[in-house]
């Protein structure tokens, strides 16, 4: 089977896409796929690069790869492809849509307003909120370009610098507390990662430095896992999520866990959290290519 790894795209996830990618050409099993790699340089190579294979593995991210967008373009083309749909991958996305979402199925979730100019800020309800905040690009991923700020005076200089990458800016309640990661696969939720940040917050540089983060493979407490668990697979249904995602929360000071994001098309570089929890159930990075490209297959795409 000819399967085509594509990788690069035009978003600000560039970079980190072309190490997935890589990655992923370098260990997958090569006795059982032929390999092409497929580096998107312009939204007209997705359909120009694609025509010879027989299976398309994506290690996009950002826009035009995690939004939806390839996904239809390949839904059309009659190529099959890794992970989510188009439906999904748009949900996701788009934060504040992921977050109606979760607020109409009564999954919990820290509060937020969403702008598209700096008229728009709503300063009352950042106060009811409280500082720290949050703010980040509505649609956008790797934490590019996004803030914790802790006073009123510099909430405008955020949102301006979060509308040059995007045209709409989340500012999200800050929840103080312990951040992990639920990888969802078929349904099932894998071996949770607690992700301890160095700094202030889990930022660009720690997601993908070598030594940027500590990532640990956790057992929660028994009540709190059910919970956690419940929580992350309730998202990812509501999301109409298929074959994998990463599920991201955060756990309180009192014990209390909130969905963050979703991750459509999670990381795949080797400091990537889904191959960690892969691991951790004996599977390896290899392994986990070929659950992705079988079970993917077995899914029935909405035409």
Known sequence: MKVGVIMGGISSEREISLKS???IVEKIDKNKYEV???????KEDIVNKVKDIDFALLALHGKFGEDGTVQSVLQTLDIPYSGCGPISSGLCMDKDFTKRILKANDIRT????NVSSVEEIDYDKIDEMGYPVFVKPTNGGSSVATFKIKNKADIQAAVEEGLKWDTEVMIEEFVEGDEITCPVFDGKMWPV???KPKSDFFDYTQKYAADGADEIVIELEKDLHKEVEKMALETYKALKCQVYARVDMIIDKKGVPYILEVNTLPGMTPASLFPKSAAAIETSYAGLLDKIIETSLKVKRNI
Do not use: F, H, Q, T
Request: charged content about 10%.
């Open 21 to 23: 990618g890589n990655s």
């Open 193 to 195: 990662i607690a992700i």
């Open 110 to 113: 820290a509060r937020w307003i």
């Open 36 to 42: 092409m790699p497929i580096v998107i340089d312009n």
